[in-house]
Structure formats: C-alpha cells, structure tokens
C-alpha cells in the first residue's frame, strides 16, 4: 500500500446532548499510536502556511477544533487535499509524507496529536531531501 493511501480521515465518537456534544479519543483504539505529545496551532493570520516538513518516523492525528483549515499531503509522487472543518473529524498522517496546512478561516485551532515527544532529527524539513529519501525507501 502507497503511504499517501494509508492516511485518511478517522470519525471519532460524538456524544450528542442538548447541551453540547463531547468527542473523545483513545489511542489504539480510535487511533493507531500511543499519545506522547499533544500540540496547537491558533492565531494564524489569514494566508499563512504552516507544516513545510515530513516526519521519518512520527505519526500524527490532525483536528480542526475550531474553525477549518486544508491540509495538503504529499507523498513525494502524490498529492491529496483534506478539508478540516468538524471537531470529531482527524486526519491521520502516517510517517513519510510531506504536509502543509493552509486555508485557515479566521479564528481557527489545530490540534495535533503525536506519537512521540519533539526529536528535531525526526524531522524532513527540505522537500528535495525528503522526495530522494521517500523514492529510495520504496
């Protein structure tokens, strides 16, 4: 399977109630890594990109917890469009695909769920490298 194939959308569970709705996650079980880190990003001024890097071995759990925002995935052959816009909708991205968030609505919150703590070397921050790496690992 492509690595571009394995990532997709994960419907988390939704409690409805008149009073409001409640979603929750546990790893393993809605998702396919052990939670190690827990990170944001809000505040995002209108036409910025974020992302810009892939990860060799990390795999994460993208949400839109308010607001939307597109991520673009690329696998170094090909490229897939996701629009995040529901608080009980992940994206889960698997290692070695590129991303870049971009299309943020005003006032949006990304939170991001990863299976490991910040390891600067886990990461592909120039695309030619990451393009050479993911073609030779297939």
């Known amino acids: 399977m492509n690595r571009l194939d394995e990532c997709r959308i994960i419907e ?3 409690i409805n109630d008149v009073r409001g709705n409640l979603s929750y996650i546990e790893q393993n079980r809605h998702i396919p890594f052990e939670i190690r ?3 944001y990003l809000y ?4 036409g910025a990109t974020r992302g810009g890097h892939a990860h060799k071995a990390l795999h994460q759990l993208i949400i839109a ?7 673009v995935l690329d696998d170094g052959d090909r490229k897939r469009r996701f629009h995040l816009n529901r608080s009980y909708y ?6 070695m ?10 006032g949006s919150v990304s939170l991001v769920l990863a299976s490991d703590y910040f ?5 592909f921050r120039d ?6 790496s993911a073609r030779a690992s297939t």
């Open 12 to 14: 988390l569970p939704v």
């Open 119 to 123: 390891d600067e070397s886990d990461y």
């Open 127 to 132: 695309y030619d490298r990451f393009v050479a």
């Open 65 to 71: 917890m308010s607001g939307s925002f597109d991520v």
């Open 43 to 46: 505040d995002v001024p209108g």
């Open 90 to 95: 992940g994206l889960y991205v698997c290692p």
């Open 37 to 39: 880190r827990v990170y």
């Open 97 to 106: 695909v590129w991303r870049e968030l971009d299309n943020f609505s005003s």
